[in-house]
């Protein structure tokens, strides 16, 4: 992965001296990217490379490194934009960037709302890594084969629609007093599970010229293992330790989350429990208190036991499909590695 480690901090650093280019108060932008832009997971970059591998025979073809480091603007920028939407306070370990800002904001008391300050340049640093991710995509796809360069464009355009639709529905499902499973279930798919694991692999799988069988195995393969991913992150979100997360738990609570973890739990509630998720989730004043009664009856109904059975399953139906792929053992084992930290993490 230092490869594209290498060549995200060269795309931020390039554009970071445009920015200050302009004029040198734009240099704490620049730097609050640059840092946030060195952190994480790198999960799907990492699909993607090897996707892209099994697909040329176990090498890594023209092209590779530039996409892996687009998926990661692109992913830099939902974050960005989701805590904002989420009012987040903390990611990977660090302040915001809207939280950062609006800190600076009154660190140094200036004028205004230091709040709407610091949404409004983390929309903006948003905005800019999503631009960055395409120019990305564009010069790695260019001087490819046109069939190629059109399969990879034209994944990478349903990835950016169809995350951005999961988002909307997200924050739509928020305003809502109940959810179904089903409805929890297309959020988590579109949001998360296909741009997480299905559409960086399969972007991969192009660029390698992977033929239609091998990328619908790969869509097969993203799609459980991308499912029991967003309920492990669903799961960490609420019962997960905040100093090995890095976020607050209380971050999914407040927002009123409509998770399937919660369409669980409200299906299976009594009418008391009932009325302790009505009381605090997406409640902006919840307490330490109304967190952990939410927590005791995501326990209680089984909702936390049902859907650990449910990555359990999935998991297992993933490490199935890989072992059929028809690429190369270092390629299986690399993904079955891939799939077991994504399901299995802590944070």
């Known amino acids: 992965m230092n490869c594209v480690e290498v060549a995200l901090r060269e795309q931020i650093a390039a554009h970071a001296s445009v920015l200050t280019g302009v004029h040198g108060d734009l240099s704490t932008l620049a730097s609050a990217l640059e840092r946030a832009g060195s952190r994480g997971k790198r999960l799907r970059a990492s699909f993607c490379l090897w996707g892209a591998r099994g697909a040329a025979d176990g090498e ?3 092209g590779a490194v530039e996409t892996a480091a687009a998926i990661e603007l692109f992913h830099l920028a939902a974050l960005v934009h989701d805590d904002v939407m989420d009012h987040s306070d903390h990611r990977r370990g660090l302040p915001t960037v809207h939280r950062h800002f609006a800190d600076e904001h009154r660190r140094h008391a200036r004028s205004g709302d230091a ?3 610091g949404e409004a340049v983390a929309i903006l640093a948003g905005d800019l890594c999503l631009t960055w991710s395409d120019d ?4 790695a796809v260019t001087g490819l084969g046109r069939p190629t360069r059109d399969i990879v464009r034209r994944i990478w355009s349903t990835m950016r629609d169809e995350a951005i639709a999961g988002q909307y529905l997200d924050v739509d499902g ?5 959810t179904s499973a089903a409805r929890a279930r297309v959020v988590l798919r579109f949001k998360s599970a296909k741009y997480t694991i299905s559409h960086p692999l399969r972007l991969g799988g192009a660029l390698g010229g992977a033929p239609a ?3 619908a195995a790969y869509d097969a393969i993203g799609l459980t293992a991308g499912e029991a991913f967003q309920l492990r992150d669903d799961v960490l979100g609420v019962l997960g330790d905040p100093a090995v997360t890095g976020k607050p738990a209380i971050d999914d609570i407040r927002e009123g989350k409509r998770t399937l973890l919660v369409a669980l739990a409200e299906n299976q509630a009594t009418t008391t429990q009932r009325r302790i998720l009505a009381d605090n989730l997406g409640n902006p004043e919840v307490t330490d208190d109304g967190v952990r009664a939410v927590c005791d009856v995501l326990r209680d109904t089984g909702a936390v036991l049902a859907v650990e059975n449910r990555i359990g399953h999935l998991a297992d139906e993933a490490a199935a499909r890989i072992d059929t792929l028809p690429v190369d053992h270092l390629t299986r084992s ?4 891939l799939v077991a930290r994504c399901v299995w993490r802590a944070a």
Do not use: K
């Open 60 to 62: 890594l073809p023209s």
């Open 115 to 117: 709040d709407a300050y």
């Open 136 to 139: 990305v995509l564009h010069d």
């Open 174 to 178: 928020q305003t809502r007093v109940t």
């Open 213 to 215: 069988d091998l990328l």
């Open 334 to 337: 690399a993904l079955g590695s």
